[in-house]
């Protein structure tokens, strides 16, 4: 109970409904507790022959009565109850995503984002369950019980009672304990429904790589193996369920017969009435429910605990990256950037991705970063828009610490095109207006024609509103990053990195990239990473990057005089166009 603390909150803002809706579930039993009462009447008077016509019509009007008053205080019970469980369950949910979103994104490293999902879905759905059917049945089984078992032992007889009973632990210990193989087995389906659907998933978004290497089958085998578990996995639970309620029937059917032979005796001898005997086979009809209730209830507090300690731990984590309490706004930047001995590494890791690494960047230069795979150049990026937090040198922007800026004023004013070019799955006009609140059409158009890809765009039939991703369109890889070129510039930024986010494009639409981009980058500051000399050959200051460190700096013309690293590359990447072209 412990780890529903947190849910304090929202209890105290539900408190009303919690007791509303257990007013009208008590109303309920209580209505269905009438009911063996009015059996003991009608029976007893009618045996009694005291019973007239009309008060049989009157009998019978009672128990339409008690059916519609328990048809009503049912449907009340669950908008109170259950619908708060899945305003619960709503709130969760949000609370969740945007808690995770807020981490930092070397929690992603960590954590998988299957588990993440099974977080959203299977925890919260448990707790779901706890705080709302759980609530219910708990207090439903307890409070039928304790009156069904004094309304026994008060109008009919202690003994009859007492052997009626006998066999109700019974009934609630094998429940409970082929509740928690239940569960297990259940928990094994889904997991084996989760092993299929990730197999599917991927045979899908890798269809291409299957039928080029002619793995239909092979893939088809794989999933019919990971299906045949699903099937036996789901056999098991069939054949336990196949079990269960015989076993459950059997066990209450041992009541009725204790009650039948010993109660029968009493009718016989006069020591209860037969009004008495049918009422009491009655409550013990209702009593079956409750037995069988909390061996589920038990199951489903524990799991829902279980899942909210989970939650919580996911809800206790804090961001590496928080704006401290000295942070300020940096509402118009110049776009001046200082690396002053800045060594990092990634979380976890042993090795130095960037070591003693110095730069000054005046306002709207642009800047070339080039060096082998691995040298470090995407770890520039991400460690001025603060991704990660720099425990080595400083990092300023303006003459500020960006430990000092305030993250949204930083992250707002940087142009990132990343390497993968990550589009979403809607109209290639949201996915450029991603992020900015509001963008015109014509805004939108501009900067897709300074990424040189509005002619693209236009070639489809829906043009803008065209959709990407799995409902729509498959661009290209130079096309995507072309509409991520896009995505950036659309927010104004003073300072744009390309990440190596000309690499799919032919030299030629490169060059036209670069030309356009030279007018709008006159007012900002740049950052181009690139494997191709071409792709920063004109940036003011080129850097060359070996191991984390800088190897090389200076103009084009300057490095090639050097005849250095960024000589011999210049070399190899001449060598292979000419190559390419013969
Ligand atoms: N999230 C991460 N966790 C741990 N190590 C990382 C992480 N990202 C990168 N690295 C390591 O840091 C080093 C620098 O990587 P970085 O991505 O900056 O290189 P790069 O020069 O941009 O390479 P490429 O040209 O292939 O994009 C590499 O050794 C890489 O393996």
């Given amino acids: 109970m412990r780890n529903f603390r947190v849910l304090k909150d929202f209890f105290i803002r539900n408190k009303w409904y919690y007791f509303f809706g257990i007013v009208w579930l008590l109303l309920v039993d209580i209505l269905q507790l009438l009911v063996p009462e009015i059996l003991r009447r009608f029976t007893d008077q009618l045996q009694a022959n005291l019973l007239s016509a009309s008060e049989i019509l009157i009998y019978s009007l009672y128990i339409v009565a008690i059916g519609f008053g328990i048809a009503l205080f049912r449907f009340l019970w669950r908008i109170f109850i259950i619908g708060?469980?899945?305003?619960?369950?709503?709130?969760?949910?949000?609370?969740?995503?945007?808690?995770?979103?807020?981490?930092?994104?070397?929690?992603?490293?960590?954590?998988?984002?299957?588990?993440?999902?099974?977080?959203?879905?299977?925890?919260?759905?448990?707790?779901?369950?706890?705080?709302?059917?759980?609530?219910?049945?708990?207090?439903?089984?307890?409070?039928?019980?304790?009156?069904?078992?004094?309304?026994?032992?008060?109008?009919?007889?202690?003994?009859?009672?007492?052997?009626?009973?006998?066999?109700?632990?019974?009934?609630?210990?094998?429940?409970?304990?082929?509740?928690?193989?239940?569960?297990?087995?259940?928990?094994?389906?889904?997991?084996?429904?989760?092993?299929?659907?990730?197999?599917?998933?991927?045979?899908?978004?890798?269809?291409?790589?299957?039928?080029?290497?002619?793995?239909?089958?092979?893939?088809?085998?794989?999933?019919?193996?990971?299906?045949?578990?699903?099937?036996?996995?789901?056999?098991?639970?069939?054949?336990?369920?196949?079990?269960?309620?015989?076993?459950?029937?059997?066990?209450?059917?041992?009541?009725?017969?204790?009650?039948?032979?010993?109660?029968?005796?009493?009718?016989?001898?006069?020591?209860?009435?037969?009004?008495?005997?049918?009422?009491?086979?009655?409550?013990?009809?209702?009593?079956?429910?409750?037995?069988?209730?909390?061996?589920?209830?038990?199951?489903?507090?524990?799991?829902?605990?279980?899942?909210?300690?989970?939650?919580?731990?996911?809800?206790?984590?804090?961001?590496?990256?928080?704006?401290?309490?000295?942070?300020?706004?940096?509402?118009?930047?110049?776009?001046?950037?200082?690396?002053?001995?800045?060594?990092?590494?990634?979380?976890?890791?042993?090795?130095?991705?960037?070591?003693?690494?110095?730069?000054?960047?005046?306002?709207?230069?642009?800047?070339?970063?080039?060096?082998?795979?691995?040298?470090?150049?995407?770890?520039?990026?991400?460690?001025?828009?603060?991704?990660y937090p720099v425990h080595e040198g400083t990092i300023e922007i303006d003459g500020h610490d960006i430990n000092k800026i305030k993250l949204k004023s930083l992250r707002h004013q940087i142009g990132y095109v990343d390497q993968d070019s990550f589009l979403f799955s809607t109209t290639i006009a949201e996915n450029i207006a991603f992020g900015v609140d509001e963008a015109t059409a014509e805004e939108i158009k501009g900067v897709a024609k300074i990424a040189e890809v509005h002619d693209n765009i236009m070639d489809f039939p829906q043009g803008y509103q065209t959709y990407v991703g799995e409902r729509g369109v498959t661009l290209s890889g130079g096309q995507k990053q072309r509409v991520s070129i896009a995505r950036a510039l659309i927010k104004k930024p003073k300072i744009l990195i390309l990440d190596d986010s000309l690499s799919a494009v032919d030299t030629d639409t490169e060059e036209k990239i670069l030309g356009a981009l030279k007018g709008d980058l006159r007012d900002k500051t740049s950052i181009i990473i690139a494997h191709r000399i071409s792709t920063i050959k004109d940036c003011d200051e080129i850097i060359v990057l070996d191991e984390g460190r800088i190897v090389e700096q200076g103009t084009h013309n300057q490095l090639l005089s050097n005849q250095k690293l960024y000589y011999d590359i210049y070399q190899k990447q001449l060598l292979e166009e000419r190559i390419a072209k013969d």
């Fill in 84 to 387: 708060t469980s899945r305003r619960l369950e709503y709130e969760l949910r949000n609370k969740l995503f945007s808690h995770l979103l807020d981490l930092s994104t070397n929690y992603y490293t960590h954590h998988k984002t299957g588990d993440l999902m099974a977080h959203a879905t299977n925890d919260i759905n448990a707790v779901r369950m706890a705080l709302g059917p759980g609530i219910v049945m708990l207090t439903d089984a307890i409070f039928i019980t304790v009156i069904a078992i004094a309304m026994m032992v008060l109008t009919t007889d202690w003994k009859l009672t007492l052997l009626a009973l006998i066999p109700l632990p019974f009934l609630a210990f094998t429940i409970s304990k082929f509740g928690k193989v239940i569960n297990k087995r259940f928990k094994a389906v889904q997991e084996a429904f989760s092993v299929l659907t990730d197999t599917v998933q991927e045979s899908f978004s890798g269809i291409r790589v299957v039928k080029s290497f002619l793995q239909e089958d092979a893939e088809i085998k794989k999933f019919s193996k990971k299906n045949t578990l699903v099937y036996e996995k789901n056999m098991k639970l069939v054949k336990l369920y196949g079990m269960f309620f015989p076993l459950v029937h059997f066990v209450s059917a041992i009541s009725f017969l204790i009650v039948i032979g010993y109660g029968g005796t009493l009718v016989i001898y006069g020591d209860i009435s037969l009004g008495d005997f049918i009422a009491f086979e009655a409550y013990l009809a209702l009593l079956v429910w409750p037995m069988m209730a909390i061996g589920w209830v038990i199951n489903v507090l524990q799991r829902g605990s279980a899942s909210m300690e989970r939650l919580n731990r996911i809800f206790n984590e804090n961001p590496e990256i928080v704006d401290a309490e000295d942070t300020k706004e940096l509402p118009a930047m110049k776009g001046e950037i200082s690396f002053e001995k800045v060594s990092f590494k990634y979380p976890g890791s042993n090795e130095y991705a960037i070591k003693d690494f110095s730069l000054h960047i005046a306002s709207g230069k642009s800047i070339g970063l080039i060096g082998r795979t691995g040298s470090g150049k995407s770890t520039i990026a991400t460690l001025l828009l603060r991704l």
